[in-house]
Structures are given as structure tokens and as C-alpha cells.
DNA sequence: CAAGGTAGGCGTACGCCGTACACTCGTCAA
DNA sequence: TTGACGAGTGTACGGCGTACGCCTACCTTG
């Protein structure tokens, strides 16, 4: 390599930036070019998501050793937490005016819109060990929404851990519609129908929702079942309720005896 | 070592009851002895969870060598699976005769009583690239609970996806009501209240709900609010919902225009 | 200009990880 | 007796995060 082209400098916020990208899988940016051979048998670590990005990847990318990569991030974790705070911040701020369920909504699905950009941040927001300040600002905001629109301290705190992950744009779908095993790559036709048969026949309930979805899209998307309309559907299912307690002026210390004091109930 | 003492073998079901157990921090059970000394400086790998769980790790606690393992696992991959399938079929069986709500809410409440004393299954089982046996029996079984109490396939297809995690006992708490960071373990009090007091000011809802949450309780139970009783209020918060759309006849083919159309609006 | 401080990037090295591969050894059937 | 076989062993490889010390380009100060 001639020296005579000089480096742009390293800097926490590059180094996050390259980190990003390469989580999402959109690698091969920088300058210096690696090693081509790549290692023996192990095979472990894809192309994108969080098992890709090592320290050893990402400096790579970067075109530096690295332990320069220690400059301007503290360790592994603090990289991460970085990189949560950085997508975190790019959800919508909260549009003005509307009514506060309106308002939730249109941040919840920013946020949705966002992550689904980067698919490895829910797991990442999950392993990290307390939540990073654009976190903090995006929570603190919904509550604030909700406060303004008239809830209640109480039922705030109910509703935000009653909507979970989902105020941060994702919500656990387990699998996807895929059978278990999911095709494993060397499979022919047949062979995938015989196991999608013999699947139908141990596990009915599931094979009859699977064809439901299915019947009622008309056709198969993603699978054989909308995500997004699944998780528009669970957050109306759960907004309406709350603002239903709220309307009827319901407080958790009237619930607090009997484990089958549903809040909606009756 | 005396060779005297015959060691009972290896098998498949000892290797995941061991991988369970030092998951759950129970360790040291086994025979041998291991070595005293710890590594250097690196520190990772806390005395329990998935962290802590190492194949050398575990082959110690059995008085093995590493290698030895793979003859009853494939890969580590495959004992996490099967150690997630051993925990899961801890599950209690369905109550029979009950109507379909307080099946469904016991089976919840049961998976969540026994993930509850396996507090890294949770974050295993979002790992999985398929769901186990075990995990598929389950999801079977509460499927065909709705569907035997008279939900149509469609609603119960939403509703097992409203339901997320929960169906398998978790529901992602974010984080627990500890304030980030956490009392970093060598803090004195008044520095922890002067953070806390700067957190609120910074936080001014945040701060509001943990505090209605500490006054509403009395006392401060584990960081300031009852877990059980979020869930339980999330969970028949969700029930409630989908028996009020049950038996309103609501199908989702009447609801799949508008990104508006709630489910049990109006 | 020289002298010295500073910070960013480098190289080396350590202990950990999962696991491929070839081996030994106890057991049992023929 | 012998041969096959399966459980457990030993060694080794490539990869990981990162502690620690060095080297060098830069900036300040005189």
C-alpha cells in the first residue's frame, strides 16, 4: 500500500456508522482491502446481523488494526449500545396536534419502520444491560404523549409495560410461517411437501391457521400471513383497551386483589 | 484420581439436565474437581445464564473432556434446542373442562411460573432458528384450546400473534425499574440519589411513573413495581380484547383496508 | 527552529471459545 | 482369540475480545 494516501481519521462516530453497516450486511465500504482467504471449517459468523460484526470484522472494514478501535469505543458492549442509540434516534419525533392514541400510533410505527432497517437491533436492545439515552428520550416522549392526553400516572405505567418492545417498533413474532427446519437448502420439492404433510398431521391446529392465512390473504406473502397488518392488529388490540380503562377512569389499585380481576372486564 | 470409582456414563439426557443446571447458576454438582485457578483478566462469563454456559464449562461440571460432549449433542446449537425443549415440556398440561379463557390463562400463567426459574430460556428460545418440539406441542395445544372454544381459525391466528411471547411465559420487560446503570456497584447512597434526582429532572415522566408506581405499591418490591401483576394486566388486557372481538364475529378480511381499522374500535 | 507533550493507530500476546480429526480402550459377538 | 464398535480422550486450529506497551505524527510552547 503507498503511504501517500492519508487515512480519513477514525472517530466514534465513523466507527459506529461502519458498525451499522455492517450489522445490516451492507459491508465492503471502506478502503483498505482485506485478506481474501477466509478460515478453515468453523463457518460461523454470516454476513450481516449481530454475529458478523466482531471487532476484528469491523476494523477490518475500516481498514485499521483492531485495537484502534478502542480509541473511541470503551469495549464490545459500549459498541453496541452505540449503535442502538444511533438507530433508536432516527425514529420520527412525535407529530403535533393529534389526539395521544393517534400520536402513540404514528411513533410506535416509525419506530417499527425503523427497525425493521435493522433487523438485529431488537436482539441487541434485548442484551443490553440498561437502556441508552435515545432510548430514555424515545420512552420518556411516548409517556409524555400519554400523560398529556389526559391518562393517568398509573395507567400509563400499566400501558407502556403492557405495550413492551412494541414502543420501540418490534414485537417478538416468534418464527416465522415457515415450517421448522425451514427447507434446509437441499431439498427438493416433494420432499418439502411430504414434511409439510407429515407436519399437517402432527401439529392440526397449526396446519389449519397456517392454510387460514393463507385462504384469506389469496395469496402467500411473506410466509403466508401479513406481518404488518399482525402487528398493527395486536397495538389497536391493545391501545383501544387502555383507552377504554382510561375512559371508564379504571385504577390498578382497585385490581390489585384477585388474579382474575381482568382490567377489561365486565 | 483413583480410577476405581466407576463414573456413570454420559448421556443425553445427563448433558442437558447439567447444561440446565449451570444455566441456572446451580453449578458444581458433578465429580471431579476442576482446576482452581481462573483466566486472567478477561472476566467474561458470569457464574450463570447462557453466558456462563460453555461446552468446556459443562464438560467440567461432568467430569469430562470437551470432546465427549459431541457424542450426545451435535453442536452447541443443538444443546441449547434441546436444553429450551427439556424446560418447555416442564409446562403443566392443559385443565380440562374450564371455558377457553382461563385455559389459555392458566397454561400462560404455568409457562410463565416455570420460565421464571430458567430466566435465560426467554432470550434462548428468541435465539432458536426453529421452535422445538416441545415449543410446537405447546403452541398446538393453546391453539386448539380457542379453537375448541369457538374461535374462528382467523381470530386465533391473530390472537396467538398478539400474544407473542407471552404464550411461552415471557413478555419482553424491557428492563427492570432500576434507574441505567444501575448502582454501579461501588457507589455510595447520596451519589446514588444525587444520579437519581438528576435522571428525573432529565426524565420527567419516567420519573413520575416510578414514583406513582413506589406510592401505589407501599413499599418497593423488586425495583419499584409488581411484574406479575404487568403481565397478568397485559395478558387479560389482550384475553378481553379478542373475547370481545369473538363475540362480535369480527374477521379480519373486513378490517384489512384501512391502516386505521382498529379491532375493537368504536 | 528545537523540545516536549499528547493522542491516535500498531503489534504482540493471553485466555477463552467451538469443534474437526485421529486416537485409545473397554465391551461384547462370533 | 479376534474383530468390530462406541464412548471418552488428546491435540490442534481458527476465531474471539482485549490488556499492555510502543511508535509516530501532530500541536504547543519557548
Known amino acids: 500500500m503507498a503511504e501517500g494516501t492519508r487515512r480519513t481519521p477514525l472517530s466514534r462516530e465513523r466507527v459506529l456508522r461502519a458498525a451499522v453497516a455492517l450489522a445490516d450486511g451492507s459491508g465492503a465500504g471502506g478502503g483498505a482491502g482485506g485478506s481474501g482467504g477466509a478460515g478453515g471449517d468453523g463457518a460461523v459468523g454470516g454476513s450481516a446481523g449481530v454475529e458478523a460484526l466482531s471487532m476484528r470484522k469491523l476494523a477490518q472494514e475500516l481498514g485499521v488494526v483492531p485495537m484502534a478501535l478502542y480509541k473511541h469505543v470503551a469495549n464490545k458492549e ?6 442502538v442509540d444511533a438507530v433508536v434516534g432516527e425514529i420520527d419525533p412525535p407529530a403535533p ?3 395521544w392514541k393517534d400520536v402513540v400510533r404514528q411513533r410506535v410505527l416509525s419506530a417499527r419502520r425503523v427497525l425493521r432497517h435493522h433487523p438485529w437491533a431488537p436482539r441487541v436492545i434485548e442484551s443490553l444491560p440498561a437502556p441508552t439515552p435515545a432510548m430514555l428520550d424515545h420512552l420518556d416522549s411516548v409517556i409524555g404523549t400519554f400523560r398529556s392526553g389526559g391518562l393517568s400516572a398509573d395507567l400509563t405505567h400499566h400501558a ?5 418492545g412494541r414502543v420501540l417498533g418490534f414485537s417478538q413474532e416468534l418464527f416465522d410461517a415457515s415450517p421448522p427446519g425451514g427447507t434446509p437448502a437441499g431439498q427438493t420439492a ?3 411437501a411430504a414434511q409439510a404433510a407429515e407436519l399437517a398431521a402432527r401439529y392440526p391446529y397449526i396446519a389449519e391457521i397456517a392454510a387460514s392465512a393463507v385462504h384469506t390473504d389469496g395469496s402467500v ?3 403466508g400471513c401479513d406481518d404488518q397488518f399482525e402487528f398493527e392488529f395486536a397495538l389497536d388490540l391493545l391501545l383501544d383497551g387502555i383507552d377504554r380503562l382510561h ?3 379504571w385504577t390498578s389499585s382497585a385490581h390489585r386483589g384477585g388474579p382474575s380481576a381482568a382490567p377489561a372486564g365486565g
Do not use: Q, V
Open 78 to 83: 459500549e459498541l453496541l449500545a452505540g449503535m
Open 97 to 99: 396536534g393529534a389526539d
Open 160 to 164: 407502556m409495560h403492557a405495550l413492551g
Open 190 to 192: 416433494p420432499e418439502a
Open 221 to 223: 406473502i411473506s410466509g
Open 247 to 249: 375512559r371508564r377512569g
